[in-house]
């Protein structure tokens, strides 16, 4: 089974406009250290998560039916590019009431009616809709409702955290729910956490080894995080992948 990280950056993407840091310089003269804003699809339920502002750029590189979607949480960087999804029919939403009411806000401004269904999830409990799913909150200041998901497909469990802060290493019950998946996708924004926000290097290590997945990969990566040799360098011994757009991790 493959899951594809369309997106590996975070809110501002990289090169960010006007910032003149190293990792922006690099992305500028380089595609290949080019950030675009998160995004993750799982094609054998053909399932996108969080439709980033990217999200055209990396629909015309997949070329692929789009039939569910999760949201992880209502940041633009997370759900500005639901219109892109105008194409197809059919969708189902998946995300916490707040977000699937933004979801559907964004898709009645924009676009007007359409064939979409919004599912809102509570919080630490599973639901099977053919697959399982199961949305744990998350701690990510200053939206109110953040969470991440793990999502079984047949034998195979796929973690995803969405965005969150340091916090999430004392939440015994996202660990738990995480603990010895098939994959882990975790964020590593930042070179250092920032509480009630985002991981850093460390604690995304911290983590990771909390969970003990079969396969990490890190990602949501920012242009102020090191570059992507040294943070290849310092997971290579753990084993753990650092995502670049379009990464193809097989399970």
Avoid at 114 to 128: A, G, H, Q, T, V
Avoid at 130 to 148: D, K, L, M, S, W
Avoid at 166 to 181: C, F, S, T, W, Y
Wanted: glycine share 6%; hydrophobic share 40%; proline share 5%.
């Amino acid at each position: 089974m493959r899951v594809i990280i369309l997106g590996s950056g975070s809110y501002s993407g990289t090169p960010r406009p006007l910032c003149n840091c190293e990792n922006c310089v690099r992305a500028r003269k380089y595609p290949q250290y080019m950030r675009t804003r998160f995004s993750v699809f799982i094609p054998e339920i053909k399932a996108l998560v969080d439709p980033s502002p990217d999200l055209h750029y990396h629909l015309k590189h997949l070329n692929m039916d789009v039939k569910k979607v999760f949201i992880t949480h209502a940041h633009f960087d997370h759900i500005a590019g639901l219109p892109e999804l105008q194409i197809f029919r059919g969708i189902k939403f998946y995300s916490h009431e707040y977000a699937v009411n933004i979801a559907k806000h964004l898709q009645e401004l924009f676009l007007g009616g359409r064939d979409w269904k919004y599912i809102p999830l509570e919080f630490n409990r599973w639901y099977d809709f053919g697959f399982r799913v199961y949305h744990f909150p998350t701690v990510h200041q200053p939206i109110e409702f953040a969470g991440g998901f793990v999502i079984e497909i047949g034998k195979n469990r796929i973690a995803i955290t969405g965005d969150t802060g340091p916090e999430i290493l004392n939440d015994e019950n996202a660990i738990e729910v995480m603990r010895g998946v098939d994959l882990l996708i975790a964020e590593m924004t930042r070179k250092q956490s920032i509480p009630g926000t985002h991981l850093g290097v460390e604690d995304a290590i911290k983590l990771a080894q909390k969970v003990e997945a079969k396969k990490i990969v890190f990602a949501h990566i920012s242009h102020s995080n090191y570059t992507q040799e040294k943070l290849e360098d310092i997971v290579r011994d753990y084993g753990y992948i650092i995502a670049r757009d379009f990464t193809y991790v097989e399970i």
